[in-house]
């Protein structure tokens, strides 16, 4: 992590870019250690992930994306281009650095090196929103009702039995469960499901993008400016970027967050000292609307890979990671893959209409985000690449981009989240 601390700590001028649930959380606290925040989105506030993930708050969700049982699936799940994961093929030349990058990541001592990393981000993600919400807010728009993982068969494969193993050691609270059990808590789940894992202590959101904008409202309501702009380039200056030049003009900058998720390295590539391995794992979800069944719970469906989560507006099956970039359209045949694998988990499942989304996940091949002051620009700072879990890390980012800003002792090391780990 840049050490730099010479900026003073006292009130700025701070912009940031990307308005998603983690910029948004950042400005928040920035604007709360009393600084003057500017948030900029080329699409506005909560249009790209946080509007159609699936709502998860995964405090418990310290496993890393790449494990060594997980790769031995991949050339099965690459074979079929509707599987869990898969690769548009004409991006594959653009997209193998970062999946070898994936692959070498996939060890047991990196899988486990990432756990407390994790979990330590994870800690202010109840805290955090219950700071940054009023209470009845709070209750309104989250529900700690843990999450629901089901298998159809009783034994785990080498990957799931590492998992178990780090989030036992990472002292995460679970409860293994028998078919019966698991029937208990949802009755609806297929006849198939032989057995399932209680994560009690993960939570989600009824409506993420009204979680967004309820917190953009507040920001709002407290003096921050939100403006709709796509940034295009910028002037640079010893301490960073002077001038932002969007779609509708150019703005000063003293102070900038780069927030930007998936799109943060086409701004950022200049900023960073480090060549970042950042991409995207495209997800799709379909959203069922007057579901004749609603899970009490997210439940997850480990060997299909996709969540079925019960929102305010119906329930939403999400999930699915398809490598292609930013531009390639979206297929939708993939959101239609997850209707029929949601009615497959839930025999009983009909529904009067339904849509489809796709998004772009911020994705680091190491499974953590990037927290960090660039190492070249002292007046520029970073957060992005939360991957799957955006919601759930969005609070404690924000709580630690606040206190890099201030140049206070961070609530937590910093150190595993920063750029010189790609030097």
């Known amino acids: 992590m840049h050490n730099d601390t010479a900026a003073p700590a006292g009130r700025r001028a701070i912009t940031v870019v990307g308005a998603g649930i983690v910029g948004v959380s950042c400005a928040l606290q920035l604007q709360r250690d009393g600084h003057r925040v500017t948030l900029l989105d080329q699409a506005g506030i909560g249009e790209g992930c946080s509007y159609g ?12 994306m790449a494990l060594p049982g997980m790769l031995a699936q991949v050339p099965k799940w690459l074979a079929d281009p509707l599987g869990p994961l898969t690769v548009r093929w004409s991006y594959l030349p653009r997209a193998l650095p970062w999946l070898l990058k994936w692959i070498r990541a996939g060890t047991e001592a990196r899988a486990r090196a990432v756990a407390r990393p994790l979990a330590d981000l994870f800690s202010a993600t109840y805290p955090g929103y219950r700071g940054l919400l009023e209470p009845a807010q709070y209750d309104d728009l989250i529900r700690a009702t843990g999450h629901l993982y089901v298998w159809r068969t009783l034994a785990r494969g080498p990957g799931e039995v590492l998992a178990q193993s780090i989030r036992d050691a990472t002292g995460v609270r679970s409860q293994a469960l028998s078919a019966g059990e698991v029937r208990e808590l949802e009755p609806a789940l297929a006849g198939d499901i032989r057995s399932g894992l209680l994560l009690p202590d993960n939570g989600f959101t009824c409506n993420p993008e009204r979680l967004v904008k309820t917190l953009a409202a507040h920001f709002v309501a407290a003096g921050g400016t939100v403006l709709r702009r ?25 102070t900038l967050v780069i927030c930007a998720g998936a799109w943060s390295m086409r701004l950022g590539a200049r900023l960073t000292g480090v060549r970042i391995p950042l991409d995207t794992e495209r997800g799709y979800h379909a959203m069922l609307r007057a579901p004749t069944v609603q899970p009490s719970r997210p439940v997850m469906d480990c060997e299909r890979k ?12 999400a999930g699915t990671v398809e490598i292609g970039g930013l531009d390639i359209p979206p297929d939708f045949r993939r959101a239609d893959t997850l209707t029929r694998h949601g009615q497959a988990l839930f025999p009983g499942l009909a529904f009067t209409g339904d849509s489809a989304w796709m998004g772009y996940r911020p994705s680091i091949p190491d499974s953590l985000p990037v927290i960090d002051r660039s ?17 759930t890390g969005a609070p404690g980012t924000g709580r630690l981009i606040a206190d890099l800003v201030a140049g206070r002792p961070p609530f937590i090391d910093a150190r595993p989240y920063g750029l010189q780990r790609f030097d």
Do not use: Q, W
């Not at 699936?54 to 418990?60: D, K, Q, R, T, Y």
């Not at 190492?375 to 955006?390: C, N, Q, S, T, Y």
């Open 53 to 64: 993930n699936a709502g998860c708050l995964s405090v418990a969700s310290v496993v890393a």
């Open 375 to 391: 190492e070249r620009f002292p007046d520029v700072f970073f957060a992005f690449g939360h991957g799957h879990l955006g919601m």
């Open 230 to 254: 796509k940034v295009l380039d910028f002037a640079l200056g010893e301490r960073g970027p002077t001038r932002l030049y969007t779609d509708c003009g150019s703005l000063p900058v003293s």
């Open 306 to 317: 996709f969540i079925a989560t019960p929102m305010e507006d119906g329930l939403r099956i």
